[in-house]
């Protein structure tokens, strides 16, 4: 099925084309230049670029994987969550397409979305694993599945019993993975978006990972919640000093502290989300029964050079196989809302032109 994607949840404008989970063409076009005086997204200036750039992305997308519009069979639009003003541009443009079209509409999950993204471009990426010619039994994945997704706005744990059911297990209960990445990478004066910067400041040579202890949330000994404000006020007062502590200002900032200390957040955040995925897999899938067959992992921060390495040492141990994005499909992509969105059509979900955009996430 030839399925057209709209991601527009944040500061992105995104548009794709996949066919049966391979991916014909993704274009995203980043607003970092539009946000990056003020530190951060503004909500009105993200929604206002959407509206610009939107259906010359489309154009571009459709030209790029070498189809027409006539060709597409359905189109696919995150609709939760995200900056409402933001998603209203993705959804609107989304049913204008598929009404004109004639061709169903459907509604995806950005978070959802984000999980899926490692599927794409794999044979067997379909409901259920069937697939057309071409299919790779052992690409295949099986469920029940861990999920886990990290990025500058969620960071979440899943119970995937398939891709159209999904159950949120826990997640933070403050700052999200990504949001700690960039406001350490703040506290550290590295430039905005700060976590890819600050994953390569922590990979200098002779960082050390060990130079200051900074603690890593476990919450309750059944929690399965992140928690990533404490880290990031560590951070704080390892560069600043402690307000009210008269004693021992902190260490000079040279090249070298600000390495170890990058090393030493990445350390401590990925330890994070490594001990509730350990904690996860131990209590096992409790009410679809047996235990994880895969884990999948996705969003921004799984695009982090330690989380990585250590969700694939995970996984090894654990004797489970990873599932987890290309480089470039980790950030807020089209492609994986096209993926997700060709699973749900497939699986004969539609949406109707009620569909509405939603600031917080369906569960
Ligand atoms: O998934 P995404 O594009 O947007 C949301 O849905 O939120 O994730 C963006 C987040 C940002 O916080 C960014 O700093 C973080 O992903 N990120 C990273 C890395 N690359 C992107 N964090 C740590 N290490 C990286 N290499
Ligand atoms: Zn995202």
Not at 42 to 58: D, G, K, Q, T, Y
Not at 276 to 303: F, M, N, Q, S
């Amino acid at each position: 099925m030839l399925v057209l994607g709209i991601e527009t949840s944040c500061d992105e404008t995104a548009a794709a084309v996949v066919r049966d989970g391979c991916v014909l063409s993704s274009v995203v076009a980043s607003q970092t230049e539009l946000h990056e005086q003020y530190g951060g997204v503004v909500p009105e200036l993200a929604s206002r670029a959407h509206l610009e750039r939107i259906m010359p992305i489309v154009s571009r997308a459709i030209a790029d994987a070498g189809v027409t519009l006539g060709e597409i069979e359905g189109v696919a639009v995150g609709n939760r969550p995200g900056l409402i003003g933001s998603l209203l541009v993705g959804v609107a443009a989304a049913k204008a397409l598929a009404w004109s079209l004639s061709v169903p509409l459907i509604g995806v999950d950005h978070v959802h979305a984000h999980l899926f993204a490692g599927m794409l471009g794999r044979a067997g990426a379909k409901e259920g694993g069937a697939s057309g010619a071409g299919a790779i039994e052992a690409a295949r994945i099986e469920f029940p599945a861990l999920g886990l997704v990290v990025s500058g706005g969620h960071t979440s744990l899943y119970l995937v019993r398939s891709w159209t059911e999904l159950k949120r297990l826990g997640a933070t209960i403050d700052d999200a993975m990504g949001e700690a990445f960039d406001k350490a990478a703040v506290i550290l004066g590295l430039s905005f978006p700060g976590g890819p910067n600050l994953d390569a400041l922590a990979q200098t040579p002779g960082a050390n990972d060990r130079a200051v202890d900074l603690p890593v949330s476990r919450l309750g000994a059944e929690s399965l919640d992140f928690s990533f404000s404490g880290l990031k006020t560590a951070m704080l007062y390892e560069v600043r000093g402690v307000p009210g502590k008269l004693d021992g200002a902190p260490p000079a900032m040279t090249e070298a502290r600000r390495a170890d200390l990058a090393a030493s957040f990445q350390r401590a955040a990925v330890k994070a989300a490594i001990v509730k995925l350990e904690r996860a897999i131990e209590r096992g899938p409790r009410d679809a029964g047996g235990a994880y067959r895969a884990i999948i992992a996705g969003g921004g921060v799984t695009a982090n050079s330690r989380l990585r390495r250590e969700l694939a040492e995970l996984a090894k141990k654990r004797g489970l196989p990873l599932v987890i994005p290309a480089m470039s499909l980790c950030v807020d992509n089209a492609a994986m809302i096209a993926g997700l969105g060709e699973v749900k059509l497939a699986a004969g979900e539609r949406s109707g032109w009620e569909l509405a955009a939603a600031p917080t996430t369906g569960g």
